[in-house]
């Protein structure tokens, strides 16, 4: 009989197929994945809010996530890491998941290559259409409203608003929402702030109710004021769920891309959001550009579209002013600045090649808010080669060729000349001052308050430069330095209203009124990350309200301690206060019942 012979070697014989091993009811566990990853693609839908847009890399990021949760899925229901002969199964059940991921790969770098910057250069340069001026004939200002507040000190402002949101019972339940939109208001430059619940116990306490106002900063006039609204504002990016204002345009238009929505009020104080819609212009995912908005009502949350021709010609619509957020005129412009001639030129030679420098303000031209920014070489020289502004709501782009310090300089520049004081200047504002370009800077202290203002010729920084403590004083002797470099001042400018100091009365006028007398009641809340004492005097039921920022003696404030309070007389239950100071016990007063009974009467 013959040996039985064995190959061990592996060459020899057939090839080796994979043997499939289902697992128990297999087909079941098929169903429960694709039923597993539906739910997860519809939480993931409802949390992510991707655009369903080819052109959005969020909906690659999301649908891969769909896909591949199947496979996941699958691989737990059929216990194939606990199981490795399972393992085939879930293999050759993944292929059509892992095939489609292909798929979206592939598009997705396709559509990269054919917009990349390498062979579209030119596209991206067009995407703006900007005019040259060799003349600065930018408006002369109306320094009655030329904003004096940067972002920062509007926000430290504005806080001094919310202590009218305890006379309507609202204490310690809203905080301001961190975003201060700079828009035209009847004329007027002023920075607008929602409001966004406390923490979530507030907001489930609130939410019925909604927000109840919103906060104006006059930037002209440094003062603040709380609108409160006959109905709430329910709609907002504070809010939760259904009335978070991504979550109401997401699913209205399922299939836009959005830029930032931007807090803003019409000229009748009615609240929007105006929420830009994004298209991609170059390719898949280059060449960002704004081409309508959705306006949603803040009160009701009701959704209207319109196109960016009907936004710029629309005088019912003149009203807004942020339809093209700042990021994507910078990002534009800049592609215009280095790829006028070519994609190589901007990395070679970078002939002509510009850019934007390192920030921006906003400037305030025929009831539109206009962005500016100083334009450089792409050596990141200490000059200017001019300035930019480009109208927010119609994309209007202008180019002013003008040489010049660049504005960090000017800043720098403006902080030497109180150094003493350690102030920090806000970003320049340009401003043209009888036919002179003009850096304007406000100057704050450590607490964010304007002290004092300071402006520096553009062109000639180092020689022409002034500093005031009001505007008017740093007017004239801005105007006297360029005299003495024999530059003459065209026209005449007019001079600007003084601006008394913000005494948290929303720019009230009328007289305050001194009261002495015993303090009977203390209590306290903190409003705004600020601790606002509530004090009453004996004899009488108001309460009078400071903040430990406005008064240190409030913090140290004890129940039968003798007081001085300034206020403006007002029919509120609770008045606020301008100051508080500790009162020697000898001062003679009028008795506290008196004196709230003819000044500031108590509720009844």
Known sequence: MDPIKVDFSGRGGESKKTIVIPPERAPLKVFLSVIL?????????????????????????????????????LAMLSAAIQKPEYMAYVKSRSKIPLVLVLVLVVIAGAGYVVGSQLFRSKSYSRIIDVETQNQFTIEEPDFNTVPRLDESASANLANRALSDLADLGYVSQFTIFPSYPQINYKGTPVRVASLQYANIIKWLTNKDDGLPGYIIVNVSKESTEFVSLEKSMKYSLADHFGRHVKRVIRFAYPGYIFNTPTFEIDESGNPYWICPRVDKTIGLFGGRDIVGIVLVDAVTGKCIYYDIETVRSDNSLAWMDRVYNSDIIIEQFDYYGKYQKGFWNSILSQEGCVETTEGYNYIAQSDDVWLYTGVTSVTNDQSITGFVLVNQRTKQTIFYSVNGAKELTAKTSAEGLVQQYKYVATFPLLLNI?????????????SDIVQMYSMINVRQYNKIKAVGDTLSECLDAYISSLEKEGLTVDGEIEIPDEIEPDDGQNGETDNSTVLTGIVTDIRSAVIGGNTTYFIRLSGGDVYYSISAADSTDAVILSVGDNVTLKFIKSDKPIIELMSLSLAAEEVSTVPATEAETTTAPAAQ
Request: glycine content about 8%; cysteine-free.
């Open 37 to 73: 990853s539906v739910v997860t693609g519809a939480v993931a839908y409802y949390f992510m809010l991707p655009p369903i847009n080819l052109k959005a890399i969020e909906f690659y990021y999301y649908a891969g996530l769909v896909i591949l949760s199947f496979i996941v899925y």
């Open 434 to 446: 009888g036919g002179e370009p003009t850096y304007f800077m406000s100057l704050k202290d450590a």
